[in-house]
Nanobody, 118 residues
């Protein structure tokens, strides 16, 4: 299973970016998908998730109401729409896939850098 994250870049505070994670191999429709981020000098942390059919999503409080996670199972792709960006959103963003909550996120993409200027 391979995950390819893209869409990062430089944005001004208040701006928007959309991250894309393309998944190849495996059975995408069976995977729960998560987005994580790692800020400079900090540990990687969970940001948002979407379940296998898109019926359930979850977000950390810091991004709730600003970020939206979605998926297109026909395209084996998951998205993270990020609006009203803040400088504290600056981080490398990773997508990850899990086959079951018990096993956790087994498959990871390479990360895409998001930089938000004030």
């Amino acid at each position: 299973v391979q995950l390819q994250a893209s869409g990062g870049g430089l944005a001004q505070a208040g701006g928007s970016l959309r991250l894309t994670c393309a998944v190849s191999g495996g059975n995408f429709m069976h995977y729960g998908m998560g987005w994580f981020r790692q800020a400079p000098g900090k540990e990687r942390v969970f940001v948002a998730m979407i379940n296998f059919n898109g019926a359930s999503t979850a977000y950390i409080p810091a991004v709730k109401g600003r970020f939206t996670v979605s998926r297109d199972n026909a395209k084996n792709t998951v998205y993270l729409q990020m609006n009203n960006l803040k400088p504290e959103d600056t981080a490398v963003y990773f997508c990850a896939a899990e086959e079951s909550a018990a096993e956790g996120y087994e498959y990871w993409g390479q990360g895409t850098l998001v930089t938000v200027s004030s």
